[in-house]
């Protein structure tokens, strides 16, 4: 069979990339979606319009190819989505996405209980509103009706087999991101049922990664033009593929993502737990475990500076442009990323964005370089996080959206002092998902099989004058976020009373 498939359920849209066997792309497909926020702290997604995203881009690339040829779909999707099932298996509620933090009350209650840190210690999770235990704290005690409702409890991929073959299963990595699942044991955490005061069976199967599905409802099968006989292989989350994805599954390879949020990761070989319970570990497969840090606040930071500070139909390469012109440390600008609340470093949802050091000298030119800066300088400082528990890297492989620009890559390889490695891999987390499905269908005998498959575009080396200017302000940044910290409750809440 000459072709695989890997898809990618995201937080934004669904992609979907079709793969020979040695790992060229051959076509490729993406769809995308409506962030739901009508009230604070929402951010929900229609799951039905997501199924529909991953039933089109299928479509799109099954177009040209014999069914024969296709050997299987593997998946990559985004953490911490929740949905509620009722008894006639229709969604009670929307996909709840890691994003919402209407949960941030009772994530702090539990935080600050002695509980909190044997349910971290056991499942690998943050206690956070991303994780679905936060989320399903607040449901059972803002919306009891919603809750006891409730057949099951959920994810969008969970959801999307369903809907394709009737089954609810969920992989070990995906499992491990709810906060929710012993990583050591690889089952229900049973503390967290009891906690919940909810029935193991109302959650789904937990299998592995490489395990799969076959028999695709008759109906989608023809319109997708796929045989009943193609397996799909559950995969993994959209974090740990993209690993995968850039070959950064080696004992010291970072992985650094900035995409719509952004990640720093590294691969394990056991799990790992961090005795300050900052940060993650999630499976990859049953002896590859990723520990590491995600982000609120990436992309879509840039984005806020686009469309608040100039316009939204000028382009990020114009931006980017304007801010080459100003020099490392932008004037003496700071920039707090914090527009969405934070996961890492801080865990804190009701922080709050600033700038910090503005005078009537600076332009948007150094607002535009501060913010981009500000989102680095926050990715550095989760990885000075890792370096405690894993050790410094050896090498950093960098991917999402900013790898497109070089500028930023070498802001990245300045900041953190270190060469950035950008792979040619197109879409990481759906090669992830592709090579990772490939291993389970035998195809290739070693996940290391990527290395081929990735290619390399470019390696940025640090810039010895900028290291200085930023080595300089970073502290200075860390002690800002550190002072503002206490204060960002209260002026959430005062915005909250706003709306």
């Known amino acids: 069979m000459k072709y695989i498939i890997g898809i990618d359920i995201g937080t934004t849209s669904t992609k979907c990339v079709l793969y020979d066997q040695k790992g060229t792309v051959i076509t490729h497909a993406d769809a995308g979606y409506q962030l739901i926020q009508t009230e604070p702290g929402m951010a929900e997604e229609d799951p039905d319009e997501i199924f529909q995203a991953v039933l089109t881009t299928l479509k799109q690339v099954m177009n040209g190819i014999e069914p024969d040829d296709l050997s299987g779909v593997s998946f990559s999707t985004a953490m911490h989505s929740l949905i509620l099932m009722d008894e006639n298996d229709h969604p009670l509620t929307r996909a709840i996405t890691w994003a919402d933090n209407r949960a941030a009350e009772y994530a702090d209650e539990l935080n600050a209980s002695d509980l909190g840190a044997k349910i971290y210690a056991k499942t690998g999770t943050p206690i956070h509103p991303m994780a679905p235990l936060s989320k399903m704290l607040w449901l059972k005690n803002d919306h009891p009706n919603l809750f006891n409702q409730a057949k099951k409890f959920i994810d969008i991929k969970s959801y999307v087999f369903f809907e ?33 005061n909810i029935e193991e069976t109302r959650l789904p199967e937990v299998v592995a990664t490489t395990d799969s599905v076959s028999g695709i409802n008759k109906e989608y099968g023809k319109m997708l033009g796929i045989k009943a006989t193609v397996p799909f292989i559950l995969g993994a989350s959209d974090g740990v593929l993209s690993n995968l994805g850039v070959d950064a599954i080696d004992p010291g390879v970072v992985a650094v993502t900035i995409g ?13 737990i961090d005795l300050d319970g900052k940060l993650f570990c999630y499976a990859l497969t049953k002896d590859k475990w990723v520990v590491g840090v995600p982000v609120n606040n990436g992309g879509i930071v840039f984005r806020w500076v686009r469309d608040q500070l100039f316009d939204s139909k000028v382009s990020y390469d114009e931006l980017t442009k304007m801010a080459s012109g100003v020099p490392a440390g932008s004037n003496g600008l700071l920039f707090q990323p914090y527009l969405g609340g934070e996961r890492a470093p801080i865990w804190n949802a009701y922080a709050r964005g600033s700038f910090f050091g503005l005078t009537r000298q600076h332009t948007r030119s150094d607002m535009i370089r501060s913010a981009l800066e500000g989102i680095v300088f926050n990715l550095y400082s989760v990885m000075c996080l890792i370096e405690k528990v894993t050790g410094k890297p050896t090498r950093i492989q960098a991917t999402g959206g900013f790898a497109r620009s070089v500028f930023w890559r070498q802001m990245l390889a300045d900041i953190f002092d270190q060469d950035v490695t ?9 090669l992830g998902a592709a090579v990772l499905g490939m291993y389970a269908l035998d195809n290739i005998d070693d996940l290391s099989a990527v290395k081929n498959m990735i290619g390399i575009t470019d390696i940025h080396h640090p810039n010895e004058n900028n290291v200085k200017i930023y080595q300089e302000l970073f502290p200075i940044w860390q002690s800002v976020t550190q002072v503002l910290e206490p204060e960002y409750k209260r002026l959430a809440e005062f915005q909250s009373k706003q709306k």
């Open 164 to 196: 394709l073959f009737g089954v609810y299963k969920i992989d070990y990595s995906i499992a491990s991101a709810t906060g929710m699942f012993n990583i050591f044991d690889l089952k229900w955490e049973p503390e967290v049922l009891k906690l919940l």
């Open 260 to 272: 719509t949020s952004g990640a720093v990761r590294v691969v394990v070989d056991k799990p790992v």
């Open 422 to 430: 950008i792979p040619e891999s197109f879409e990481s987390s759906c």
